[in-house]
């Protein structure tokens, strides 16, 4: 799982980020409002932990303009501010979840959770799949990155949807082979590293940060780096 903490108490954020890395997840921090907002725009995160009283932009607005850019990522409000009313307010903000100061770390860790799985289930039902600004419409048949079209072929399409599917995977040769392409893999051929190849050109090449990556002796991971 991969989380973005917007804290501006530096030794809260460190505090979260140690405890969050034990999950063994990665951990992005962000120490202001506009820089987390930034972030969480231009980076896929399964998650965001969002403080309240933040400097340049405050949680709510930060929330208010994910939801309206129309981002989905689950927000997790983590903040002092505990009433009625600020709880309505943060849910009215876009919030999926709702965690007053002071805390237990077992509670948000148990929470960081229902809400990364239910992001899982709802990506996994959905027609659409995303990572950092590559989108591929599995209705449409249609691949956008940085919002501008990328024609791809049938073939290509198969590919790219299979390593969305696995992102963060390490996917071999034969898995490809037999996902993608319905057949035994044979090791004399190059096919699969030529369609890879095809498939860089027209999604990497002229984008940032690159997504197909080679991993040596084993295959390839699809994922931001």
Known sequence: ???????????????????????????????DGQVGK????????????????????????????????????????????GTIDDKLDGFEAGADDYLVKPFEFRELIARLKVLANRNTAREQSSQILSLADLELNLDEKVARRGGNRID??????????YLMRNRGRVVSRVDIAEQV????????????????????????KDYSPKLIHTVVGMGYIFKEE
């Open 181 to 204: 392409w319905d057949i035994r893999f044979d090791t004399g051929t190059n096919v699969i590293d030529v369609y890879i190849n095809f498939l860089r050109k027209k999604v990497d």
């Open 152 to 161: 791809l072929t049938a073939k290509e399409f198969a590919l790219l949807e």
């Open 38 to 81: 930034k972030m969480a725009s231009n980076y896929r995160f399964d998650v965001i932990i969002l403080d309240v009283n933040l400097p340049g932009l405050n949680g709510y607005d930060v929330a208010r303009q994910l939801r309206s850019d129309g981002l989905s990522t689950p927000i997790l409000f983590l903040t002092a501010l």
């Open 1 to 31: 799982m991969k989380i973005l903490v917007v804290e501006d108490e530096p030794k809260l954020a460190g505090f979260l980020k140690r405890g969050l890395e034990e999950q063994s997840w990665e951990v992005e921090l962000a120490y």
